[in-house]
């Protein structure tokens, strides 16, 4: 099947099978698996124009709702910290647009960003991994034996049900600080911080095509020391609005780059073949998330990225 925006030649199963198997794992991190697909469209499919930017966000508006949706039911949605991360990304997706039309449409400079990017999320999911960051969110580690030691229980029947502890639960929001509370321990950071954070993360997800929550994910982990399985719902729903943002501002500008000759508007196909392979990719991670390690997730996520991160930087060079 031939593609006709994209150029790309390729059975319509490939894109629902790969995207299937990368978000099933991904969004048990709170990521939509974009950072996967789009090297995967470049390299493989050789889909390199600007195109494939907004491509790649149309996978995210239609895959994260599955996932979203099973962390609500869970309990396990943030809600203000959903907002935040909105709040800064949304603005910067739109500048991150232009940026990626006007300074990197080239597909060599513009691999050699997405693989800067990758190595610096790869780093700082591996980095948390170390026995140093372990000693630093101790309280962390604690949280996230507890709650896997009830899933399990649950699997093999000797529990009903999470239980209200494993709820999210505010207990403060304000401009300057958001404080938690899961499985009976307190979480606590400040919102300007994030803010300015994910402003910037808006950029690159704008240029990138993946709406940011690849990055801003390691970043809750790995700095603020959040837990894993509180941090996911709020990040895939971060990425899913600030994704249709940018999908929206691609297509509005594209008529204004015509005169480039490039392909600026998304694949609407193959953008949401893969959208539905990854829509029952993340249902069924997000479900599964509980059942897994969160040592097990960060490796498997920082390994992946740190070998796609490593060989655009090479074959760059």
Request: charged residues 10%; aromatic residues 16%; proline residues 5%.
């Amino acid at each position: 099947m031939i593609f006709p925006v994209s150029g790309v030649e390729v059975s319509p199963l490939i894109p629902l099978i790969v995207a299937f198997i990368v978000s099933f794992f991904t969004s048990m991190g709170g990521v939509s698996g974009a950072f996967l697909l789009l090297p995967f469209q470049m390299s493989i499919l050789g889909f390199t124009s600007p195109s494939v930017s907004p491509t790649n966000l149309v996978y995210n508006i239609v895959a994260i709702p599955s996932g979203v949706y099973r962390y609500i039911r869970e309990g396990r949605m943030a809600w203000p910290l959903a907002w935040v991360i909105i709040a800064g990304t949304l603005p910067g997706v739109f500048i991150g647009a232009i940026f990626r039309i006007k300074y990197l449409p080239d597909p060599k400079n513009f691999k050699l960003f997405v693989g800067l990017v990758l190595f610096y999320i790869s780093i700082r999911l591996l980095y948390d991994l170390t026995e140093k960051a372990s000693m630093k969110k101790r309280k962390t580690k604690e949280l996230e034996e507890k709650f896997k030691e009830r899933s399990n229980q649950i699997r093999n029947g000797q529990q009903v049900g999470m239980g209200r502890e494993a709820a999210v639960k505010t207990i403060r929001f304000s401009i300057t600080n958001y404080t938690y509370e899961f499985y009976g321990e307190t979480f606590s950071f400040n919102t300007i911080t994030l803010f300015t954070l994910t402003f910037i993360v808006g950029i690159i997800g704008g240029v990138y095509g993946i709406g940011g929550g690849s990055i801003i994910a390691p970043f809750l982990i790995t700095i603020l020391g959040l837990p894993v399985y509180t941090i996911a719902g709020a990040a895939l729903l971060g990425t899913f609005l600030t994704s249709i943002a940018g999908v929206v501002f691609y297509t509005i500008i594209a008529p204004m780059y015509a005169y480039t000759g490039l392909a600026i508007a998304p694949d609407w196909l193959l953008g949401a073949l893969f959208g539905v392979g990854g829509f029952f990719g993340m249902y069924c991670g997000a479900r599964a998330q509980k059942y897994f390690p969160a040592k097990g997730i960060k490796f498997i996520l920082g390994i992946a990225i740190l070998f796609l991160s490593l060989k655009y930087i090479m074959n760059f060079f």
